[in-house]
């Protein structure tokens, strides 16, 4: 049975895409093209570098290792700009009362992101306390769908993938739990993520009886 949960953080706790969105649309027409909010649903859950070989890609654009360096920084400062914004009021509907269900309830509480900027994110929104272990992007080599962040998520909480319940908003994050065995409950449209064991829209008025049925 179920015994921890392990959370994404980008479009799970929190709406941070939207800043990644606006932060890499401004590097995309710095260097003359565009980017749509359809193209960034292939950079969910994917590492800020391989997310700057993508939108390269998009707008035709080669350019030497250094110079990649350089524009994925700049691409950060913006977004580190943004999120130094942030406070409680953007965490997503419903969440604080699930993970405060979960606490009373015994379950443990992960997180598993691959954002280098997820521990001033979650303090930014009071939710830190919460979370009994934290994986994010300065722990592990590997970006989702590669199942390593996860992983790390179970060993720390001391449990069996078996035992472990993600929630996910990303196709690549989804995969990654797939991988190595643990459930995973798709937050997004059924759509999109169909591979999921079951998909909610968010976690307003989601009981964590949810657990049981996955
Ligand atoms: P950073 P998650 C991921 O966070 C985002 O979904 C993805 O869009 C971003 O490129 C990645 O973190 C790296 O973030 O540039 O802050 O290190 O969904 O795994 O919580
Ligand atoms: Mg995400």
């Given at each position: 049975s179920i015994k921890g949960c392990i959370f994404d953080l980008d479009g799970v706790i929190v709406d941070t895409a939207k800043y990644h969105y606006i932060a890499w649309k401004r590097l995309a027409n710095e260097l003359g093209f565009d980017f749509t909010e359809e193209d960034n649903e292939k950079l969910k859950?994917?590492?800020?570098?391989?997310?700057?070989?993508?939108?390269?890609?998009?707008?035709?654009?080669?350019?030497?290792?250094?110079?990649?360096?350089?524009?994925?920084?700049?691409?950060?400062?913006?977004?580190?700009?943004?999120?130094?914004?942030?406070?409680?009021?953007?965490?997503?509907p419903g969440v604080e009362n699930f993970l405060i269900k979960l606490k009373e309830n015994g379950f443990k509480i992960a997180l598993g992101s691959v954002s280098k900027n997820a521990l001033t994110i979650l303090k930014n929104v009071g939710l830190i306390d919460y979370f009994d272990v934290i994986v994010d992007g300065t722990k592990?080599?590997?970006?989702?769908?590669?199942?390593?962040?996860?992983?790390?998520?179970?060993?720390?909480?001391?449990?069996?993938?078996?035992?472990?319940?993600?929630?996910?908003?990303?196709?690549?994050?989804?995969?990654?739990?797939?991988?190595?065995?643990?459930?995973?409950?798709?937050?997004?449209?059924?759509?999109?993520?169909?591979?999921?064991?079951?998909?909610?829209?968010?976690?307003?008025?989601?009981?964590?009886?949810?657990?049981n049925f996955t």
């Open positions: 859950g994917v590492s800020r570098i391989r997310s700057l070989e993508l939108l390269l890609e998009l707008g035709n654009k080669s350019v030497d290792d250094k110079t990649k360096l350089e524009l994925a920084d700049r691409k950060n400062n913006w977004y580190v700009e943004y999120i130094s914004k942030m406070d409680k009021s953007e965490i997503l592990v080599i590997n970006a989702k769908p590669d199942p390593e962040v996860f992983l790390k998520g179970a060993e720390g909480l001391n449990l069996n993938p078996k035992e472990c319940c993600v929630f996910e908003d990303a196709i690549a994050g989804i995969q990654a739990a797939k991988k190595c065995n643990m459930k995973v409950i798709g937050v997004g449209s059924e759509e999109i993520l169909s591979d999921a064991d079951i998909v909610i829209c968010g976690f307003e008025n989601v009981d964590i009886d949810i657990l």
